[in-house]
């Protein structure tokens, strides 16, 4: 059993729901799992043997403070298995957007994961103030019917079972691969 630490940041919440749905699974696989915003902490405790961090796309933009977060824990995200959740509307119609998001983070951050999974997202219209939910309707809009404009309800595009088998992958690595000694 691995102690697996799961940061994300989030804004509507939805990357919150991601993180704890993947810890769900890796529970489910035997490892020990914490969630925490990276807004809440500095630092990796050091008695996690696996990272995941997991990040939402906002105007075309990683979260800085988890890219902030990132660059503070390179030494940690390096020397244990990690992985990067990056969730964005750019998976849903051009995954090679979504690849863009991820590019640019690395490139802020310095951290290039091991494994990165793109998550599709959700446009929480209900939750949107009165000018971002048109500012989003007009995005969704210029996806060409791929994103829905019904600003009356929330849209969660994230595939459920893609998550779940990445997290169930991660656990398989976890369980064979040997523990690496933390960075002093």
């Keep these: 059993m691995t102690q697996v630490f799961i940061a994300y940041g989030t804004t509507e919440g939805h990357t919150a729901t991601i993180s704890e749905f993947v810890a769900d699974v890796l529970r489910g696989r035997g490892h020990g799992v914490t969630v925490a915003d990276v807004n809440e902490m500095d630092a990796v405790p050091d008695e996690y043997g696996a990272i995941i961090v997991g990040d939402s796309v906002h105007v075309g933009k990683h979260d800085k403070s988890v890219i902030d977060f990132a660059a503070r824990n390179l030494g940690a995200l390096g020397s244990h298995p990690s ?44 939750q949107y103030s009165f000018v ?53």
């Design 83 to 126: 992985a990067f959740l990056s969730v964005s509307l750019g998976v849903v119609g051009d995954e090679q957007e979504a690849r863009k998001y991820v590019r640019e983070f690395e490139a802020a951050s310095g951290w290039h994961p091991e494994h990165v999974s793109l998550v599709a997202g959700a446009l929480l219209y209900t």
């Design 132 to 184: 971002k939910r048109q500012l989003m309707r007009t995005i969704a809009a210029s996806k060409a019917g791929v994103l829905s404009t019904d600003t009356s309800v929330d849209h969660i595009y994230t595939d459920w079972d893609q998550l779940r088998r990445f997290a169930e992958d991660f656990a398989d690595q976890l369980a064979s691969t040997p523990a690496r000694p933390n960075p002093a």
